[in-house]
């Protein structure tokens, strides 16, 4: 059985007791989280955030750079003025570089030629350093000029061993 | 107050209940979703996805062409074999297209030769009908040679007025 098979029935739960359909459309709490996609991360609960309180951007790693449209939709039609970016310990990201995974990739489809030169022109955005990774896309945020002025950039750590979280920038 | 300043005290109290420290970085039940960043969409209690079991890539949209290098990833590295893409009702993404967001950018930020520059280049994903997004974010996928053979790919609404997800593709 396919995992998406149960959505519906874990879905018809939620359905009943829910009483959020009033919740307009921009953030109340005018913030754009930028977090990864990591099982083991669940911002609404670990950072207390509530149905309609913010927006919520993941990709692998939680990338400013990859988030970057995203937050300009999030600014300038829906108001946010603040943005976190949280990277958290035992990423995936931490795990690799670009050359491995192009060649593991290549490797695997070996024969393909479209995928080898599909997979040399994206940058999987790995990093070696966790909170040198936070410095730095902090840092891309407050030097993009697409940011609206003012806005108010923080970088943290999260612990999934502990569940805690660190603001390191 | 900036609100990032609540995480902190916000997060002590997930920490003071937390027993997960020990879970694997895959995700267990090997599926990546894909959803919108919008506030009203919270996927671990509107799905019943448990920490540990699943990966969420968000963005503006939910779009899956950006998610690509996430979803790579998470096939490649971390053995998921199912994607799931969820776009919502009332999705900021059906309010405007590329031409109205680079103006207004371009209106608000008038002067600066970069930003216009920068705004041109930038496909924002927005997009005129919900079904059809999904339909097409899911052909999308199952057409792209960097995901796995067999992938599992599903497309799904979710209306923010019920709280009810429906499959579409």
Redesign the interface.
């Known amino acids: 059985m396919?995992?998406?098979q149960?959505?519906?029935s874990?879905?018809h739960?939620?359905?009943a007791s829910?009483d959020?359909?009033h919740?307009p459309?921009?953030?109340?709490?005018?913030?754009?989280v930028v977090t990864c996609?990591?099982?083991?991360?669940?911002p609404?609960?670990?950072?207390?955030?509530n149905?309609?309180?913010?927006?919520?951007?993941?990709?692998?790693g939680g990338r400013a750079k990859?988030?970057?449209?995203?937050i300009?939709?999030?600014q300038?039609?829906?108001g946010t003025r603040?943005v976190?970016v949280f990277h958290h310990t035992?990423c995936?990201?931490l795990?690799?570089n670009n050359e491995d995974?192009r060649k593991?990739?290549k490797s695997?489809?070996s024969g393909?030629a479209?995928?080898a030169s599909?997979?040399d022109h994206?940058?999987?955005?790995p990093f070696p350093d966790l909170e040198q990774s936070v410095k730095d896309d902090v840092e891309f945020l407050k030097e993009n000029?697409?940011l609206l002025e003012g806005t108010?950039i923080?970088g943290?750590t999260y612990d999934?061993?502990?569940?805690?979280?660190k603001?390191i920038a």
């Open positions: 396919s995992y998406h149960s959505f519906t874990l879905n739960n939620y359905v829910f959020k359909g919740l459309l921009p953030p109340s709490k005018h913030v754009a996609m990591d099982a083991r991360v669940e609404a609960s670990q950072l207390g955030i149905l309609g309180e913010a927006h919520v951007i993941r990709n692998a990859e988030a970057l449209r995203s300009v939709i999030s300038r039609l829906l603040e976190a035992d995936g990201m795990t690799f995974i593991q990739i695997e489809e393909k479209e995928v599909l997979v994206i940058d999987f955005l000029p697409l108010v923080t943290w999934v061993k502990t569940g805690k979280v603001q």
